[in-house]
């Protein structure tokens, strides 16, 4: 399947326009991950605090929600279906 990691604040959406083809949510839960992770070594976790990997299928329905101070406090979550509110996630 074909999902969209799209990266979110509540400011502004950076949209993923290729896409990446994986074989199920586990498979994209690690390269939601992986993404993050190569954001966050950048610098600055603090800038960060509010975005979120904001995951969608090729007809744009959102799979899951992944925010960068999951990955940046070294946690790591299992994705869920349908799309839970960033704003319960945002300190």
Same mark, same amino acid.
């Given at each position: ?14 949209? $993923?326009?290729? @896409?990446? !083809? &994986? ?13 993050? =992770? ?18 969608? $299928?090729?007809? @744009?329905? !959102? &799979? ?13 979550? =299992? ?13």
């Amino acid at each position: 399947m074909r999902l969209y990691f799209n990266c979110w604040s509540p400011d502004r959406t950076l949209p $993923d326009l290729k @896409g990446v !083809d &994986v074989d199920d949510l586990g498979a994209a839960r690690d390269h939601a991950i992986r993404a993050i =992770q190569a954001v966050v070594a950048t610098g600055n976790t603090e800038r960060w605090r509010k975005w979120a990997l904001r995951v969608s $299928d090729d007809a @744009g329905k !959102d &799979v899951f929600e992944m925010p960068f101070w999951f990955i940046a406090s070294n946690l790591r979550p =299992q994705p869920k279906s349908g799309l839970s509110r960033i704003s319960s996630w945002v300190r």
